[in-house]
């Protein structure tokens, strides 16, 4: 079991910055990678950044390649996506979530956990 709460959302204008935080607990150290995803009203979820757990490797989506970066603490068991020059089409909620099983790190049905989410509102 892996529990994941995501906070650090909030309102920005268009071009500033957040980050995001995803505090993990339970077994996270035996999943084989953490996203990022979001999902704004009456679209389908969209696959952000996802990081492997032990061996680091990063991938982001085309819309958010060169803006946004995602990193992991050991030491707290937290993943953070920092967000940089955003953009109104931005404004989703944003879920973490883990993989227990190896496969594309980019697909949302790999993931068995999710957290709950936290709004990210970018302004014109």
């Known amino acids: 079991q892996v529990q994941l709460v995501e906070s650090g959302g909030g309102l920005v204008q268009t071009g500033g910055s957040l980050t995001l935080s995803c505090e993990t607990s339970g077994r996270i150290f035996n999943s084989y990678a953490v996203g990022w995803f979001r999902q704004d009203q009456g679209k389908e979820r969209e696959f952000v950044a996802a990081l492997t757990w032990r061996g680091l490797y990063t991938t982001f989506s085309d819309s958010v390649k060169g803006r946004f970066t995602i990193s992991r603490d050991n030491a707290k068991n937290t993943v953070y996506l920092q967000m940089a020059n955003l953009k109104p089409e931005d404004t989703a909620v944003y879920y973490c979530?883990?993989?227990?099983?190896?496969?594309?790190?980019?697909?949302?049905?790999?993931?068995?956990?999710w957290g709950q989410g936290t709004q990210v509102t970018v302004s014109s």
């Open positions: 979530a883990a993989a227990m099983n190896s496969g594309t790190i980019s697909f949302p049905d790999l993931y068995n956990y």
